[in-house]
């Protein structure tokens, strides 16, 4: 029997309330499966994944999903205050991110290697810079009589989209960390997938927000 329109909206809603809560897990188990695996502070290096799972896994997964509909841990709260949140958030991962490049690069100039040579490393070096500049971008937000051609709600369909990007290259930063000989020689078999599969899933959840909430909205209006 074909299911009526209302029943198919519940359903996919429902669908994204557990997506969303299962983005939530991810982003909190799969920095501390990394804590477990770098033991933090038994070598210089130890605090690079750490952070770098910190940023992009926990706190910018976070700092996005404020904004789900059906998983906002800040559900009840007002639009203030969810985006207060989102910048708090998006400048502690800036932070981490930060962190974690200068504690690569120190680390590689200390034992003599050469820098940025890989395609994690290049990838991981665009994602700092770009959520540098994306945070940057926000601020237009809070002043947007500095750009007088511009509505706010194009400012806001942009900041989104680019946020989108900046998210996607993070998550594909951490997917090449997992290829490193660090990664692949500590964790084996069925786990190397799982881990793989987290920022995969976070990214989709994330993906089906924004396109909900700005992309499929502004089509609608044409």
Do not use: D
């Amino acid at each position: 029997m074909a299911l009526t329109a209302e029943t198919e909206s519940r359903l996919y809603r429902s669908l994204r309330a557990a997506a969303g809560a299962a983005a939530h897990l991810v982003a909190l188990g799969f920095p501390t499966a990394v804590a477990v695996l770098a033991r933090p502070g038994s070598s210089l290096f130890s605090w690079h994944p750490l952070l770098m799972a910190l940023a992009f896994s926990l706190l910018m997964t976070e700092a996005l999903l404020i904004f789900s509909p059906e998983t906002s841990l800040l559900r009840s709260f007002s639009r203030k205050v969810k985006v207060r949140a989102h910048w708090v958030l998006q400048l502690l991962a800036l932070l981490c991110a930060l962190l974690g490049l200068g504690v690569i690069a120190y680390n590689k100039q200390l034992n003599g290697k050469t820098h940025f040579v890989t395609w994690h490393g290049l990838t991981g070096l665009l994602t700092v810079l770009y959520t540098g500049g994306q945070c940057a971008g926000g601020l237009l937000l809070l002043y947007p009589k500095l750009l007088k051609n511009w509505t706010l709600a194009k400012l806001k369909l942009y900041h989104a989209t680019s946020g989108l990007v900046c998210y996607l290259l993070g998550c594909a930063s951490l997917m090449l960390g997992m290829c490193s000989l660090w990664f692949i020689t500590s964790v084996t078999g069925i786990f190397w997938y799982l881990a793989m599969l987290c920022p995969l899933l976070t990214s989709l959840v994330i993906m089906n927000q924004v396109s909900n909430a700005y992309l499929y909205r502004k089509r609608s209006q044409h």
